[in-house]
Nanobody, 113 residues
Framework: QVQFVESGGGLVQPGGSLRLSCAASGSSLRLKAVGWYRQAPGKQRELVAHITSVGLTNYADSVKGRFTISRDNAKNTMYLQMNSLKPEDTAVYYC???????WGQGTQVTVSS
């Protein structure tokens, strides 16, 4: 099973940017669809973006046009570039394969002035 470690979160002002990274171990991500999820306080975890093994991407309406998901199979790593951040993007962000794998600790993103 694949294990994931997220990094890159932090405190940013509205309108700012962050780039999250996700390092996978235990198995290659090359043939897997993988995604970024987030969970805000008091809310259910939601899938915000995913990328297939051949690089096709899909985004939740709430982040479309602002977030970009990418992957580097050689490094077994995926990324989430987040631009034009809003307070409602505040959440713990997780990465995981769409099927299987273990949840990591996540990385906190806080958007506040």
């Amino acid at each position: 099973q694949v294990q994931f470690v997220e990094s890159g979160g932090g405190l940013v002002q509205p309108g700012g940017s962050l780039r999250l990274s996700c390092a996978a171990s235990g198995s290659s991500l090359r043939l897997k669809a993988v995604g970024w999820y987030r969970q805000a306080p008091g809310k259910q975890r939601e899938l915000v973006a995913h990328i297939t093994s051949v690089g096709l991407t899909n985004y939740a309406d709430s982040v479309k046009g602002r977030f970009t998901i990418s992957r580097d199979n050689a490094k077994n790593t995926m990324y989430l570039q987040m631009n034009s951040l809003k307070p409602e993007d505040t959440a713990v962000y997780y990465c995981k394969s769409l099927v299987g794998g273990y949840w990591g600790q996540g990385t906190q993103v806080t958007v506040s002035s």
